[in-house]
């Protein structure tokens, strides 16, 4: 499995969480390290957004996929 499935799989599991507030989440791309997502929906346009990927998506992603740094939203 390469590093781009797994954190699809990841985020796959995130999903339902955002989704149940009216957001939603999409992989832009996985590289050396750095993923770049995209958040939609309710997601996009709250204050609270940063901290969700921060202590949220990226806590996850970096406890479930070593090979990932840092998690920025684009």
Do not use: F, W, Y
Request: charged share 25%.
């Amino acid at each position: 499995m390469t590093e781009q499935e797994k954190v699809q799989a990841v985020l796959n599991k995130i999903r339902p969480s955002l989704q149940a507030d009216g957001g939603d989440i999409e992989l832009i791309s996985v590289k050396d390290g750095i993923v770049s997502v995209k958040l939609q929906g309710h997601c996009a346009g709250c204050p609270m957004s940063q901290m969700t990927i921060k202590n949220g998506v990226e806590r996850i992603l970096k406890q479930q996929v070593p090979e990932v740094k840092e998690v920025v939203a684009v």
